[in-house]
Structure formats: C-alpha cells, structure tokens
C-alpha cells in the first residue's frame, strides 16, 4: 500500500484501516493481522478457565468455547450459513482490532476456486445480513458493524504489488486442509493491446485436502511405541514443524513422514501435471499451513527446471498467505475506487 497516497488522502487511511481478511478453515480460523485460533466450537452451560487457545464467547444469549480441542468442526463448502461459521467470524474480528470494542470491519473473505462461482454471491450476501453484532469475547463486549464483503479465490488471487516479486507464467498451489487449490497466472493482452497478468486456469482438488493426512500422521503419533496416545492435531502440527517427536527419534520421524507424506505429494503433483504444463513455469509457489513441511517432496516431485524450483511464499507465514493476499487485494481494489471518485469530482 502506498504510504504517500495515505498521506495525502486521509479519509481513505480510514477505510483503509477498516479491512480484515479472515480464512475460517477446518483447523484454525486465520486473519491477515496475524491471529490464528483453532476452529472447533462446543456450545456449553458454564464457562471454564480459557488458554492461549480458546475463548469464552457469548453470542445471541448462548455460551461456546470457541477453540475447544474437543469441539465441532464444520467443512462444508456452504459452512458460511452455519452459527459455527458465524461465531469463528466474529470471535476473530473481535480478537483481530487490539483495543477496539465498537468496530467497523470490511471483510475479505475466500472460497476454493472450485466452488467459487456458484458460492461467492450467497457468501456475501449472508454475511452481509449479519449488519450489526454483538458478541462478547473473554468478558469483553464488542459491537461489531459489518460495512462490506469481498469474496475472493483460494489459492487464486494475488496483489499488483506481490505479483511484482515473481516471474511468469506462474503457478500457484494452495495446500489446504479441505482443498488443494492450483491457479496459473500468465501475461495477456486485453482489448487494448496491452499485457495484462490474468489467471488462465484453476483447479480445486477436495481428494487433495491436507486433514486426512494430519489424521494418517495423528493415528501414527498416537499409536508408537512409547507414545501416550492422548495427541491431538495441534500437537501433531507442532511435532511436524518443529521437526521433533518427544517420544522417538528424528530418524523415525522421518521415516513416519516419508511413508505417508511421499505418496500423498506422488499423487496430487500427478494430477496437476495433467492439467497444468509445468514445463512452461517459471515460478512455483506454495502456500498454505502444510507448506514448508512438503516442500522437498513437491521439489522432487515436480522436477522442473532449476529457475522454476518450487518455493514457500515469501514475505508472509504461509498459513496466513491466503488472508494477507486478500488483504493487499482488497485494500488495492478500494484504492482505485477511491481514487478514481476523486478524479470525477475534479
């Protein structure tokens, strides 16, 4: 975002600063400021003690946990109309404006590429329903008014300014816990003869989904010898990242990876090369939670050329990547929109 530009027009910094982008997954619920809560809800009678991870929040006269380990996931491709989907939305926006109690948020929101055209209008338009909420969040009441919604692709949406960072054609791959979401992105020339970066392609993969894999990985943790059997999926996630098992070695650990990890990247890469000409790359990134974890495996898989070796996303936490492109984006698009009013006024 261009700081003169800000300067120079302060009621736009306001708007500006009204955008959230929030990615409500199977797992965690993640915004482009930086939070991340897991997703699991249980509506209950009494609140208990919270943690790093949970809250206590009440909403529409109920009780919930949300961020309970034990608590419900929702992945349905139309979760937006659920109260789950809802509570995880405004338990983030709250959390997401540090010091705010009266907030006016403009979301960014996304889809899967896959469900996309069919969704994007029914997901605005719920959440746009919601208007004004009240929702108190560890003792805290917050008044939350929902200005606008924008609905973006998974794995399908880059900033003017990121996209400066890479070379194309390029291919976009988002590894996400219900979908594996892949887009191509190459120059083309518009009706003014101009080149212009457009999207060509994309593709969603939901037999491509990252969570039974983290399951495959949990049901093994739990199930070693020396193991207590009381892991759940943050713990496995930890013991991936960190690359350390409290109760083995990392030789075994690696071992346990290769065995479930080479064949999931095997088959998945398979399918993108069916689609995709990866011969004619010349960027690969990924994104996504799981992305640094697959990164070899997808390296040697895909066997491109050395100057499109596939690379993290950089510049940003991966698991975070969808929310902060949809953030840059956004605040892009009300940019122009701003500035293109002020132009007519002159």
Same mark, same amino acid.
């Given at each position: 975002?261009?700081?003169?530009?800000?300067?120079?027009?302060?009621?736009?910094?306001?708007?500006?600063?009204?955008?959230?982008?929030?990615?409500?997954?199977?797992?965690?619920?993640?915004?482009?400021?930086?939070?991340?809560?897991?997703?699991?809800?249980?509506?209950?009678?009494?609140?208990?003690?919270?943690?790093?991870?949970?809250?206590?929040?009440?909403?529409?006269?109920?009780?919930?946990?949300?961020?309970?380990?034990?608590?419900?996931?929702?992945?349905?491709?139309?979760?937006?109309?659920?109260?789950?989907?809802?509570?995880?939305?405004?338990?983030?926006?709250?959390?997401?404006?540090?010091?705010?109690?009266?907030?006016?948020?403009?979301?960014?929101?996304?889809?899967?590429?896959?469900?996309?055209?069919?969704?994007?209008?029914?997901?605005?338009?719920?959440?746009?329903?919601?208007?004004?909420?009240?929702?108190?969040?560890?003792?805290?009441?917050?008044?939350?008014?929902?200005?606008?919604?924008?609905?973006?692709?998974?794995?399908?949406?880059?900033?003017?300014?990121?996209?400066?960072?890479?070379?194309?054609?390029?291919?976009?791959?988002?590894?996400?816990?219900?979908?594996?979401?892949?887009?191509?992105?190459?120059?083309?020339?518009?009706?003014?003869?101009?080149?212009?970066?457009?999207?060509?392609?994309?593709?969603?993969?939901?037999?491509?989904?990252?969570?039974?894999?983290?399951?495959?990985?949990?049901?093994?943790?739990?199930?070693?010898?020396?193991?207590?059997?009381?892991?759940?999926?943050?713990?496995?996630?930890?013991?991936?990242?960190?690359?350390? @098992?409290?109760?083995?070695?990392?030789?075994? =650990?690696?071992?346990?990876?290769?065995? $479930? !990890?080479? %064949? +999931? /990247?095997?088959?998945?890469?398979?399918?993108?090369?069916?689609?995709?000409? @990866?011969?004619?790359?010349?960027?690969?990134? =990924?994104?996504?939670?799981?992305?640094? $974890? !697959?990164? %070899? +495996? /997808?390296?040697?898989?895909?066997?491109?050329?050395?100057?499109?070796?596939?690379?993290?996303?950089?510049?940003?936490?991966?698991?975070?990547?969808?929310?902060?492109?949809?953030?840059?984006? +956004?605040?892009?698009?009300?940019?122009?929109?701003?500035?293109?009013?002020?132009?007519?006024?002159?």
């Amino acid at each position: 975002m261009n700081e003169e530009v800000l300067k120079k027009h302060p009621e736009l910094k306001k708007v500006i600063d009204t955008v959230l982008a929030v990615d409500v997954g199977n797992s965690y619920v993640k915004t482009n400021v930086g939070l991340s809560i897991p997703s699991r809800i249980s509506e209950v009678n009494r609140h208990g003690s919270v943690t790093a991870k949970t809250s206590n929040v009440i909403w529409n006269g109920k009780l919930y946990t949300v961020g309970s380990k034990n608590g419900k996931a929702n992945i349905e491709p139309t979760k937006y109309a659920s109260d789950h989907y809802k509570l995880c939305l405004l338990t983030s926006i709250a959390l997401s404006f540090k010091g705010k109690k009266d907030i006016s948020v403009r979301l960014a929101l996304g889809l899967p590429a896959e469900f996309y055209d069919i969704h994007f209008q029914p997901l605005k338009d719920e959440i746009l329903k919601m208007e004004k909420q009240q929702i108190t969040v560890n003792s805290v009441e917050y008044n939350i008014e929902i200005l606008d919604v924008q609905v973006f692709k998974q794995g399908g949406t880059l900033s003017s300014a990121r996209a400066k960072n890479y070379k194309f054609p390029m291919l976009m791959v988002d590894l996400g816990s219900v979908t594996l979401d892949v887009s191509f992105w190459r120059f083309v020339k518009d009706e003014f003869d101009n080149k212009v970066l457009n999207m060509t392609a994309a593709k969603s993969y939901a037999q491509y989904g990252f969570q039974p894999v983290m399951e495959d990985l949990l049901t093994r943790f739990n199930s070693a010898e020396g193991s207590d059997g009381n892991y759940d999926i943050t713990d496995a996630i930890e013991f991936l990242e960190e690359n350390y @098992l409290p109760f083995s070695t990392e030789e075994e =650990l690696k071992s346990v990876k290769d065995e $479930i !990890l080479m %064949p +999931y /990247v095997s088959d998945f890469v398979s399918s993108i090369k069916s689609i995709f000409q @990866l011969s004619a790359c010349e960027s690969i990134l =990924l994104m996504g939670a799981p992305a640094h $974890i !697959l990164l %070899p +495996y /997808v390296q040697a898989e895909m066997n491109v050329k050395p100057e499109a070796t596939p690379i993290v996303i950089e510049n940003v936490k991966a698991q975070h990547a969808n929310t902060v492109i949809f953030a840059e984006r +956004y605040k892009e698009l009300l940019t122009l929109d701003y500035l293109e009013k002020v132009k007519g006024a002159e």
